[in-house]
């Protein structure tokens, strides 16, 4: 080995900064404040030297008993706890001498998060490589790595974790909540393009799970399309959207998105008995849907956790620097990360719907989640869904924010050229539940907000049996 190569490996060592974590300490030894609003946010690892990590854990401790900080307790807890040796009283007096003041804090505070994110890199980097000579399976340590890696900034230091005084979200929802008082027509979430949607539901929420349910052969994939379709027409070129469907290609679903947005059917589209006019209609809807953020993936076998890694890298990529919207075709189809052969389908499916839902939330953006309908409502007078219907639905209606049943209106119309369907918001967490009518044309497979003034259920025949209109309800808080 060479002198120059030699000096290059010398000179590496793990990422630290003794003087700023000397002053750091400094900080909360000498301001109340400091250490009060510091100590929640930090932990040991932001410390390399292993007598400041000590000190800084006896710190916590104190903070933890509600004791106060200087260098008396700090000593105390040290040589109670046999973490003390002869010289740590003058160390901790000669930290108070650093600094006069606690102005800085911040500015070294942000040093020690650094340094401490490289190092758990290249701890990480460590692991990946130690797998990486040993695994067998290239798609399951490709995940594990990603989700090392996502973990450092999602569970490191995120302003979701710990205690927070009520004062700090209490002034971020008034804030949020002036915003919308000057626009009438604002939205807290991403706009569907329904309107009346739209209204109840003030758009679909970020972190939220939403289960669109329906017995087979119903739609739900062509109304998850409708929301995909209505943001290419209406341009939302800023939003970007994953869609993952586990039983139809990429292009049977552009298919459908292009009959969508054109006045050429499905039939046509098949066939390819297409006239001039249609492939110019069909050729700007496909401009129009190439300019927008939508990413397509076929996997019969996705998982949760496939998922997850591909929204993650989506999201990186994305030149927002976020994800819109996800949507799953469909949830019944999905695997369990965990893979247990001894488990039942019901467990499975409890898994699967908490990891979505816990998806939903790390990656702060609505997930749709499409699902069968069990078919016992097949053998019922009564036609209406009900939660009970979703198939091993416990933990699918306790994870959902939202569960929405797409139904015909008159099961004798499935034929029709023109039909009824009606949206039933059966749970909402946060907002009213409502029905909504839609129009169905079935050769373009595309959804239509039925006008206001037909948007009455009041004593009709729904489901094929008589009811009456749910009255107004509250948010549904389960």
Not at 124 to 152: C, F, M, Q, V
Request: aromatic letters at 6%; one cysteine or more.
């Amino acid at each position: 080995m060479s002198d120059t190569q030699e000096k290059k490996v010398a000179y590496k060592r793990y990422p630290s900064n003794n003087e700023a974590e000397q002053y750091v300490l400094c900080c909360i030894l000498i301001d109340g404040d400091v250490a009060a609003t510091i100590i929640p946010e930090m932990d040991e690892k932001f410390f390399f030297n292993a007598t400041h990590q000590k000190i800084f854990a006896a710190m916590r401790k104190l903070q933890a008993q509600n004791v106060s900080i200087d260098v008396i307790t700090v000593y105390d807890c040290l040589v109670k706890n046999n973490q003390s040796d002869v010289d740590i009283l003058k160390y901790l007096t000669d930290l108070t001498q650093i600094t006069p003041s606690a102005v800085n804090y911040r500015d070294f505070f942000n040093i020690l998060h650094r340094d401490m994110v490289m190092r758990e890199l290249i701890k990480i980097g460590n692991a990946i490589a130690e797998d990486a000579y040993t695994s067998d399976n290239e798609e399951e340590s490709l995940r594990k790595a990603e989700t090392l890696i996502y973990d450092i900034g999602a569970k490191g230091l995120d302003a979701g974790q710990g205690l927070e005084h009520v004062a700090k979200p209490g002034q971020r929802y008034i804030d949020r909540l002036i915003k919308l008082r000057k626009d009438a027509n604002a939205v807290k979430g991403l706009r569907t393009y329904y309107d009346i949607f739209d209204k109840t539901t003030n758009g679909l929420q970020p972190g939220s799970l939403i289960i669109l349910a329906a017995r087979p052969s119903v739609g739900k994939t062509a109304f998850a399309l409708n929301l995909v379709a209505n943001m290419i027409r209406n341009g939302n070129q800023n939003a970007t959207v994953a869609l993952f469907c586990l039983e139809m290609s990429r292009e049977d679903l552009v298919q459908r998105l292009l009959a969508i947005n054109t006045d050429v059917t499905m039939n046509a589209l098949s066939s390819a008995r297409i006239t001039d006019d249609d492939y110019d209609r069909l050729w700007d809807a496909h401009v129009a849907e190439s300019a927008c953020n939508i990413y397509l993936d076929y996997n019969s076998g996705a998982t949760p956790g496939y998922i997850s890694s591909q929204c993650r890298r989506l999201r990186s990529q994305s030149p927002s620097k976020k994800l819109d919207l996800v949507i799953i075709d469909y949830l019944q189809l999905m695997g369990n990360d965990k893979g247990n052969r001894n488990s039942t389908r019901q467990t499975d499916v409890s898994d699967i719907s908490r990891a979505l839902k816990n998806m939903a939330m790390d990656l702060g953006c609505p997930v749709i989640a499409l699902s069968q309908m069990s078919r016992s409502i097949e053998g019922r007078d009564d036609k209406e869904p009900k939660l009970s219907d979703l198939r091993e639905s416990g933990a699918i209606e306790q994870d959902a924010d939202m569960v929405m049943f797409l139904s015909r209106e008159n099961e004798e119309d499935k034929t029709a050229a023109l039909s009824h369907m009606i949206i039933d918001i059966a749970k909402h967490r946060n907002g009213e539940l409502k029905k909504i009518r839609y129009i169905w044309e079935g050769a373009h497979v595309r959804f239509t907000e039925a006008p206001l003034s037909n948007q009455n259920f009041d004593s009709i025949n729904l489901y094929g049996s008589k009811m009456k209109n749910k009255k107004s309800q509250g948010p549904d808080n389960v």
